[in-house]
C-alpha cells in the first residue's frame, strides 16, 4: 500500500512537470559523484556479474526499472534502441529491475519479461533495493549516464527527455578520458 502512495505521489509529479515543462527530473548533477558499485544484487541475467570497476573507461547508461511499470515499459524502447547504437562506441547500458510487487522478485518472471521486452542487455535483479538505495533512487524508471571516469553526470526520472538523454549519452562518447 505504502509503495502504490509513493508511485501516485511521484506520478502525480512527473505529471505537473511535464504540464508545466519543468526540467527538474532530469539534468546534470553541479557536483558529479562516483558511482556506487553495483551492490545486493540477487541475479544477473544477460551478462556475469558487472562492476563499475571493471567498466570504468566506459559511459554507462543505468536503467532502474520493473516490468510491470507502463512509464518502464514506454521508455524501454529508447533504452534497447540507445544500446544497439552506441554499445560498439563504448556504451554499456545496465538495466537494475527492482520490483514495486512481490511477483517481481521472481527470476522466472523477469527472464520472460526480458524475453518479451527483447532485452539483450545485462540485467542486474535488485531484490533488496540494495543498488536503489546506493543511488538514493526513488523513481521507475530512472536514468543515469556515468562517465568514463565513474562519475555520475546526467540522471533522468519518468519519461521523456529522450533526445537530450542521447546528445548527453553521444557527448560523453565523444569526450577524451
Same mark, same amino acid.
Given at each position: 500500500?505504502?509503495? @502504490?502512495?509513493?508511485?501516485?505521489?511521484?506520478?502525480?509529479?512527473?505529471?505537473?512537470?511535464?504540464?508545466? $515543462?519543468?526540467?527538474?527530473?532530469?539534468?546534470?548533477?553541479?557536483?558529479?559523484?562516483?558511482?556506487?558499485?553495483?551492490? $545486493?544484487? +540477487?541475479?544477473?541475467? /544477460?551478462?556475469?556479474?558487472?562492476?563499475?570497476?571493471?567498466?570504468?573507461?566506459?559511459?554507462?547508461?543505468?536503467?532502474?526499472?520493473?516490468?510491470?511499470?507502463?512509464?518502464?515499459? /514506454?521508455?524501454?524502447?529508447?533504452?534497447?534502441?540507445? /544500446?544497439?547504437?552506441?554499445? +560498439?562506441?563504448?556504451?554499456?547500458?545496465?538495466?537494475?529491475?527492482?520490483?514495486?510487487?512481490?511477483?517481481?522478485?521472481?527470476?522466472? /518472471?523477469?527472464?520472460?519479461?526480458?524475453?518479451?521486452?527483447?532485452?539483450?542487455?545485462?540485467?542486474?535483479?535488485?531484490? @533488496?533495493?540494495?543498488?536503489?538505495?546506493?543511488?538514493?533512487?526513488?523513481?521507475?524508471?530512472?536514468?543515469?549516464?556515468?562517465?568514463?571516469?565513474?562519475?555520475?553526470?546526467?540522471?533522468?526520472?519518468?519519461?521523456?527527455?529522450?533526445?537530450?538523454?542521447?546528445?548527453?549519452? *553521444?557527448?560523453?562518447?565523444? *569526450?577524451?578520458?
Amino acid at each position: 500500500m505504502l509503495l @502504490r502512495l509513493k508511485n501516485l505521489a511521484i506520478t502525480a509529479l512527473l505529471v505537473a512537470a511535464a504540464a508545466t $515543462g519543468s526540467a527538474a527530473f532530469a539534468g546534470t548533477p553541479k557536483n558529479p559523484a562516483t558511482a556506487p558499485e553495483f551492490t $545486493g544484487i +540477487d541475479t544477473w541475467l /544477460n551478462s556475469e556479474p558487472l562492476t563499475m570497476q571493471q567498466l570504468r573507461g566506459k559511459v554507462v547508461l543505468v536503467e532502474f526499472w520493473t516490468y510491470t511499470c507502463i512509464n518502464c515499459i /514506454n521508455t524501454l524502447p529508447y533504452v534497447r534502441s540507445w /544500446n544497439q547504437k552506441y554499445k +560498439d562506441q563504448g556504451l554499456t547500458v545496465v538495466g537494475v529491475h527492482t520490483p514495486e510487487y512481490p511477483f517481481e522478485r521472481s527470476t522466472g /518472471n523477469v527472464k520472460t519479461a526480458i524475453k518479451r521486452f527483447g532485452i539483450t542487455y545485462p540485467v542486474a535483479q535488485d531484490n @533488496r533495493y540494495a543498488t536503489w538505495s546506493a543511488y538514493n533512487n526513488q523513481y521507475w524508471p530512472a536514468i543515469y549516464l556515468i562517465d568514463k571516469k565513474g562519475q555520475v553526470v546526467y540522471s533522468r526520472f519518468g519519461e521523456g527527455a529522450y533526445a537530450e538523454t542521447e546528445a548527453k549519452i *553521444q557527448a560523453l562518447l565523444a *569526450q577524451k578520458e
